[in-house]
């Protein structure tokens, strides 16, 4: 994976043992990859991208408010996504919403995560194969 896509976005988190994307492969590109991801159908806010996140993984990736928050704040300090609060007076829930430098990013990390996922799909059916012929 091309260290620009790898941009230091966020902090490792520990991986639970039923998490298929561990480590700096979640954190860096799996979560960044899934957040952009979502914002670019609709302004989204954290609680709503850890649902998502979730249920769209099957229940298989783990996902902590210690990941995501900080992660939102570095891509919004990026200039990726643009956060506005629901009421300002508040501050209750921030949305978020992809920018032009966002959907370049977008772009560029999901290209390259192809390759990794295409890998990780050959190698589990293959195990498949193997053990369950």
Same mark, same amino acid.
């Given at each position: 994976?091309?260290?620009?896509?790898?941009?230091?976005?966020?902090?490792?988190?520990?991986?639970?043992?039923?998490?298929?994307?561990?480590?700096?492969?979640? #954190? %860096?590109?799996?979560?960044?990859?899934? +957040?952009?991801?979502?914002?670019? $159908? *609709?302004?989204?806010?954290?609680?709503?991208?850890?649902?998502?996140?979730?249920?769209?993984?099957?229940?298989?990736?783990?996902?902590?408010?210690?990941?995501?928050?900080?992660?939102?704040?570095?891509?919004?300090?990026?200039?990726?996504?643009?956060?506005?609060?629901?009421?300002?007076? #508040? %501050?209750?829930?921030?949305?978020?919403? +992809?920018?032009?430098?966002?959907? $370049? *990013?977008?772009?560029?990390?999901?290209?390259?995560?192809?390759?990794?996922?295409?890998?990780?799909?050959?190698?589990?059916?293959?195990?498949?194969?193997?053990?369950?012929?």
């Amino acid at each position: 994976m091309a260290e620009s896509a790898r941009e230091d976005i966020v902090a490792g988190e520990r991986a639970t043992p039923g998490d298929v994307f561990l480590g700096e492969i979640k #954190t %860096r590109t799996v979560f960044p990859l899934l +957040i952009l991801h979502f914002v670019r $159908e *609709k302004p989204e806010y954290g609680n709503s991208l850890m649902h998502k996140i979730r249920e769209k993984s099957g229940g298989v990736m783990s996902v902590s408010p210690n990941t995501v928050y900080p992660l939102l704040r570095r891509l919004e300090e990026k200039g990726y996504v643009e956060g506005e609060w629901e009421r300002p007076d #508040t %501050r209750s829930r921030r949305f978020y919403a +992809i920018t032009p430098k966002g959907e $370049e *990013k977008y772009g560029e990390i999901k290209d390259q995560f192809e390759t990794h996922l295409l890998r990780v799909r050959k190698a589990i059916e293959a195990l498949h194969e193997e053990l369950y012929g």
